[in-house]
């Protein structure tokens, strides 16, 4: 049984710029969770995407936007980055929409310069 | 407006010394609150889930507790292996999502 998987593990942007963040699913798995970590701070929740639509979302502007694909796995895209974008970026699966047991990947480290 | 507040922020312990971390929360309808803990460079590991007050969960040397307004885990006789940021984090009733509202964390060191 393979994790949770994300890719890139550190990426580097400047201002301005456009970026994807890509996320494969715990085998099994139908939900995909998006979560912003800033440094010394809990992770803040994004969005989520079961079965391909987004069923949730916190407090993040409309850049942020996601895609999950039939396989369950799933993009973050990010539009106009700014500074405070700056973050790890996780991604967590679980095998149901309202199951709270929530599996990690280890994260993309995106700094914007 | 939900808030997940915990202390102490870092915590150092020598091994064998137990103690217990604290998190108070502000939350309309809680539907449960959640212990994570992340090791550097990791995203988080699920430890434990409580949902009503008096409940209690236990795994190794950590003990979860849940009341009206806070969380405790207690860590018994901790090992250097246990040394992590602890995360607690809350989910109200409305959403319908796995939406988790995460405190700071306490960071935890035990020194051998």
């Known amino acids: 049984e393979t994790g949770v998987t994300q890719s890139p593990t550190h990426l580097i942007k400047t201002r301005g710029q456009q970026v994807t963040l890509r996320c494969s699913s715990q085998?099994?798995?139908?939900?995909v969770s998006w979560y912003q970590q800033a440094l010394g701070q809990g992770p803040q929740f994004i969005f989520q995407?079961?079965?391909?639509?987004?069923?949730g979302r916190g407090n993040f502007p409309p850049r942020f936007s996601g895609l999950q694909f039939p396989n369950y796995s799933s993009e973050l895209n990010v539009n106009a980055l700014e500074l405070d974008d700056s973050a790890l970026y996780l991604c967590?699966?679980?095998?149901?929409?309202?199951?709270?047991?929530?599996?990690f990947g280890s994260g993309t480290q995106l700094s914007v310069l | 407006e939900d808030q997940v507040t915990q202390s102490p922020e870092a915590l150092r312990l020598q091994e064998g010394e137990s103690s217990s971390l604290n998190c108070s929360y502000t939350?309309?309808?809680?539907?449960?609150l959640f212990w994570y803990r992340q090791d550097p460079g990791k995203g988080p590991e699920f430890l434990f889930t409580?949902?009503?007050a008096g409940e209690e969960k236990e795994k190794e040397r950590l003990k979860a507790t849940l009341t009206k307004k806070e969380s405790f885990l207690h860590i018994t006789a901790p090992k250097p292996e246990d040394s992590a940021t602890y995360l607690c984090?809350?989910?109200?009733?409305?959403?319908?999502?796995?939406?988790?509202?995460f405190g700071t964390g306490t960071r935890l060191t035990v020194i051998p």
């Open positions: 967590a699966s679980s095998p149901r929409a309202t199951n709270e047991k929530l599996f």
């Open positions: 085998s099994g798995h139908n939900t």
């Open positions: 995407y079961y079965r391909e639509e987004e069923n």
């Open positions: 939350v309309s309808g809680l539907r449960g």
């Open positions: 409580l949902y009503s």
């Open positions: 984090a809350v989910q109200r009733d409305q959403t319908g999502a796995n939406n988790l509202f």
